[in-house]
């Protein structure tokens, strides 16, 4: 499977900089959601989608922050 070894390398970046790391998945969340949000960009209200990705990062940093 192609995603492991991306996957194994986010995890060493987390171990090695964790603000770094924190970083590049929410980079990554970005890119994974952007057709989506696209998408939700055309139907909702721009302060909804805004509050939607906050969420989405905050929920992300904080299990990160509770991981670490």
Do not use: H
Not at 17 to 39: A, N, R
Request: proline letters at 4%; glycine letters at 4%; hydrophobic letters at 45%.
């Amino acid at each position: 499977m192609v995603i492991m070894p991306e996957l194994s390398e986010t995890f060493n970046r987390l171990e090695r900089d964790p603000q770094g790391g924190s970083q590049y998945l929410i980079e990554v969340l970005e890119t994974f959601l952007m057709p989506f949000l696209l998408v939700l960009d055309e139907v909702l209200d721009k302060r909804l989608l805004r509050t939607l990705l906050q969420c989405l990062v905050a929920q992300r940093t904080g299990v990160l922050s509770a991981r670490l």
